[in-house]
């Protein structure tokens, strides 16, 4: 049974996060997609319309995350969870897509799951070089408890 994910809601003139998230609180998942280059907020290097960490999503620990990658740009970017700024290791065993640092091709997508086992703040960024400098990153806030949300916030 899907829920409704709890949000505080869209900055001014963005998509409601909540569109991009569905939660199955039975059986523990969160689904996500991730639309790189949605439109073009922050000259099409964004999530979701999303970058710069505007976006957070939070997960329970030992929840599964199952998320799709679309790329609706015109160049390569990726969808990955990773520990930090600069890094393309992801922060869990699953956490990317293939070739990360390559990225997917225009116009396509990929999908990838992991477990969220260990609390803490990641990003979820594109990988491939530039784009982080770019600002195309939001934040995965695994928590130690409670109920998955999305919220979006400015971005610095």
């Given at each position: 049974?899907?829920?409704?994910?709890?949000?505080?809601?869209?900055?001014?003139?963005?998509?409601d996060?909540?569109?991009?998230?569905a939660?199955?609180?039975?059986?523990?998942?969160?689904?996500?997609t991730?639309?790189?280059?949605?439109?073009?907020?922050?000259?099409?290097?964004?999530?979701?319309?999303?970058?710069?960490g505007?976006?957070?999503?939070?997960?329970?620990?030992?929840?599964?995350?199952?998320?799709?990658?679309?790329n609706?740009?015109?160049?390569?970017?990726?969808?990955?969870?990773?520990?930090?700024?600069m890094?393309?290791?992801?922060?869990?065993?699953?956490?990317?897509?293939?070739?990360?640092?390559?990225g997917?091709?225009?116009?396509?997508k990929?999908?990838?799951?992991?477990?969220?086992?260990?609390?803490?703040?990641?990003?979820?960024?594109?990988?491939?070089?530039?784009?982080?400098?770019a600002r195309?990153?939001?934040?995965?806030?695994?928590?130690?408890g409670g109920?998955?949300?999305?919220?979006?916030?400015?971005g610095?």
């Open positions: 049974m899907l829920a409704a994910v709890a949000a505080a809601g869209a900055l001014s003139g963005k998509p996060p909540r569109r991009f998230v939660v199955d609180a039975r059986a523990r998942t969160v689904a996500l991730l639309v790189a280059g949605y439109d073009q907020e922050n000259n099409g290097f964004n999530f979701d319309g999303y970058g710069r505007e976006l957070l999503i939070a997960v329970p620990v030992g929840w599964r995350v199952r998320v799709t990658c679309e609706h740009s015109g160049g390569r970017h990726s969808c990955d969870v990773v520990p930090g700024p890094t393309a290791t992801p922060a869990f065993r699953g956490a990317s897509v293939p070739d990360p640092v390559l997917l091709n225009p116009g396509s990929a999908t990838f799951s992991f477990v969220a086992s260990r609390a803490g703040s990641y990003r979820l960024a594109s990988v491939v070089p530039g784009d982080e400098e195309l990153w939001d934040v995965l806030e695994v928590t130690r109920a998955p949300s999305v919220s979006a916030r400015p610095p």
